[in-house]
């Protein structure tokens, strides 16, 4: 099974508050799990990455969490600034090969 | 500078009539790729590119074309017979064996 389930499709979240974006995957042999994020008409760029060795990645206000039994991951945005407001996509694959993308979460943090 | 260009940012075409689609990138990376963005749907895959002279379909390749003639160069043909063509095209690139993907702008496809 190659899917990767992204939810939710849609998130509100106050200027300050936490977002939280979650991925679910069924393939096992998937051993990479990056998120990018994307503004209107311009390319994703890639924002953070996990590896299933670790639970948790953090870097700044951005953190993976990880749960390989579960075959979950999330993103966290901590303090989430209206800059932030964007579509993001969590993705998955093995080591050097394709990724498959997950349907996408559009993001507006309010002021 | 380096990086991936797309061009152009905006294409019509009439329905019917094949178009193609440039990528080129100078960052030296041996792997490209082209995926199709729709709403809702994120990104889905419709050819890959590891090595010149070599390419693989992805999960949506039915009605599209490619050519990997040089290693900055990864140009996508639509062809007449891909149904639904209007649509956000991606394309991306990586060093090949590593996983960060890189994408460029995009160019926006209407077929009226």
């Known amino acids: 099974q190659q899917q990767v389930k992204q939810s939710p499709q849609s998130l509100i979240v106050q200027k300050g508050g936490i977002s939280i974006i979650n991925c679910a995957y069924e393939n096992t042999a998937f051993d990479y799990f990056p998120w990018y994020q994307q503004f209107p008409g311009k390319g994703p760029a890639l924002l953070i990455a996990i590896r299933p060795d670790v639970s948790e990645k953090k870097e700044g206000r951005f953190t993976i969490s990880f749960n390989k039994s579960a075959k979950q991951f999330s993103l966290h945005i901590m303090d989430s600034q209206p800059g932030d407001s964007a579509t993001y996509f969590c993705?998955?694959?093995?080591?050097?090969?394709?990724?498959?993308f997950g349907e996408g979460t559009q993001l507006t943090v309010n002021p | 500078d380096g990086g991936i260009t797309q061009s152009p940012k905006y294409l019509f075409r009439k329905e019917g009539q094949n178009v193609t689609l440039s990528c080129e990138q100078n960052?030296?990376?041996?792997?490209m790729y082209w995926y199709r963005q729709d709403p809702g749907q994120g990104l889905r895959l419709i050819y890959y590119?590891?090595?010149?002279?070599?390419?693989q379909k992805g999960d949506i390749a039915e009605g599209y074309s490619v050519s990997r003639e040089k290693k900055e160069s990864f140009p996508l043909t639509v062809t007449s017979a891909q149904k639904n063509p209007t649509a956000f095209y991606l394309c991306?690139?990586?060093?090949?064996?590593?996983?960060?993907?890189?994408f460029g702008p995009g160019t926006r496809l209407t077929v009226l």
């Open positions: 991306a690139s990586s060093i090949r064996g590593q996983d960060t993907q890189y």
């Open positions: 993705a998955a694959g093995t080591s050097g090969s394709r990724l498959t």
């Open positions: 960052l030296n990376h041996d792997a």
């Open positions: 590119s590891q090595i010149v002279n070599d390419f």
